[in-house]
């Protein structure tokens, strides 16, 4: 194991006050400034959201971006959220311009894989119907040679829990998507850690977070999941476990940090960075000891 793990701050861990749902889709902070104080915190991989992609593509130009990344030393990026990718007209044509603005991203920025959920809106949709449009979006994301990471969530239709996201993504087997593994959704939803490398193959793994968080949701499931997110090592969640599971499965790339809450967005984004850094290191180190798997910092 490297004696540094390679970590990847998604979106939200550097976008400051900005959260979705509320009107608060855009972060605040200029690119430039997001992406130097991810590579100065010690991250090499860097998350952005559609719509700070659109925001950095009309001020400074995708070009600029990429040069930006490179000059500090970013390795991987990781874009998202592409939903409804199932559907038909109107709420259709609106998921393929979120999808256009992202893959047309993609050869410039270098981009390794682009998050996608299947959020339930009240529309009643089938099974069938998400793994039909699961297997064509992984198929058409490889012409632009990115893949694409599921991530479940207790707001997804009919794959909220880590299982039956598991089951999704053999069932469509497509090479070219597969499972975002995320502490937090596994968590929420019972699925035991353990269980993760006995049911998930590592072919099928797009991408790991971490994060942590009190033993109960606190309130509804979408508020709780971004308004309530803790340091690694300082909540009920049991990091290390995690990732002794993850290790056990195989993975070796990046860990994506993805931390997000009332607490974090009322800071500046270096002090979030550097927190979020620390406890997730502590936990990897922790993992990879022998000995009893609790760690706080």
């Known amino acids: 194991m490297p004696t540094r793990p390679s970590l990847l701050a998604a979106c939200w861990t550097s976008a400051g006050n900005a959260v979705p749902f509320r009107g608060l889709t855009t972060s605040p902070v200029d690119i430039r400034t997001r992406i130097e104080a991810v590579a100065e915190a ?13 925001v950095a593509r ?60 299947a959020d339930d809106d009240g529309v009643p ?3 069938d119907q998400l793994c039909h449009g699961f297997d064509a979006l992984a198929t058409d994301a490889a012409r632009v040679g990115v893949k694409i990471g ?6 997804s239709h009919h794959v909220r829990t880590t299982e039956q996201a598991i089951r999704f993504v053999t069932d469509v087997a497509n090479p070219n998507g597969g499972l975002v ?16 490398p006995r049911l998930l193959p590592l072919r099928y793994v797009v991408g790991v977070e971490l994060d942590d968080g009190h033993p109960f ?29 993850i290790d056990e499965l195989g ?47």
């Open 42 to 54: 010690g991250y090499t991989g860097f998350g952005l959201t559609r719509e700070d992609l659109v």
């Open 58 to 117: 009309e001020t400074v130009g995708l070009s600029a971006v990429a040069t930006i990344l490179a000059d500090n030393g970013i390795e991987t990026v990781q874009l998202e959220w592409i939903t409804s990718w199932w559907t038909t007209g109107e709420t259709r044509r609106a998921s393929d311009e979120v999808r256009h603005d992202l893959f047309d991203a993609c050869p410039v920025l270098g981009v390794d894989h682009i998050k996608i959920g």
């Open 125 to 127: 949709v089938s099974y």
């Open 150 to 155: 599921f991530e479940n969530t207790p707001f």
């Open 181 to 196: 593994v995320d502490i937090w959704h596994a968590q929420r939803g019972g699925t035991p850690y353990a269980d993760i």
């Open 217 to 245: 949701a606190q309130g509804p499931d979408l508020a709780d999941t971004f308004d309530n997110r803790l340091v690694c090592g300082t909540g009920a969640f049991d990091v290390v476990s995690f990732v002794r599971a």
């Open 251 to 297: 993975w070796t790339g990046p860990y994506g940090i993805e931390h997000m809450s009332v607490a974090s967005r009322r800071q500046p984004i270096d002090v979030t960075l550097r927190e979020a850094r620390d406890g997730a290191l502590a936990c990897l180190a922790a993992a990879r000891q022998s000995g009893p798997s609790a760690v706080r910092i």
